[in-house]
């Protein structure tokens, strides 16, 4: 990235896998101290394994931005998850310290 990160691509479920509508994939974020606010982007690819955002045949699905409002505080916990549904992808996130849910739908073909 611009500012020299490596964004890697973290697979919450390999394609093939069979989901049902009320099945949740998730993974625990935790922000840096006074980090005030993150961007989930939610990538796929028809490929078998990827571990680079930048790899050929990964695209992007779409991005789920969230506010941090407790960035004072030290040790929070983000829950990120997504459902699948026949023609819409769910991303939720859920803050552990506050409560705070949000949440995106994004629909595909």
């Known amino acids: 990235t611009s500012d020299g990160k ?3 691509f973290i697979s919450l479920v390999k394609r093939g896998t069979e989901v049902t509508s009320d099945q949740i ?3 625990n974020f935790k922000p ?3 980090q005030a606010h993150v961007k989930f982007e939610v990538y796929y690819t028809n ?4 571990t680079y955002i930048d ?3 990964m695209k992007l699905l779409g991005v789920l931005n969230v506010d941090l409002p407790d960035a004072h505080f ?3 916990s983000i ?3 997504l459902t699948f549904d026949p023609n819409k992808i769910t991303a939720s996130t859920r803050n552990e310290l506050n409560g705070q849910k949000f949440v995106t739908k994004f ?3």
Request: hydrophobic share 20%; no cysteine.
């Open 79 to 81: 829950n990120f998850g």
């Open 32 to 34: 840096e101290s006074g």
């Open 6 to 8: 490596i964004s890697k």
């Open 74 to 76: 030290d040790n929070r």
């Open 55 to 57: 790899e050929p045949g």
């Open 25 to 27: 994939f998730t993974f």
């Open 107 to 109: 629909y595909h073909q």
């Open 47 to 50: 490929e078998e394994s990827a």
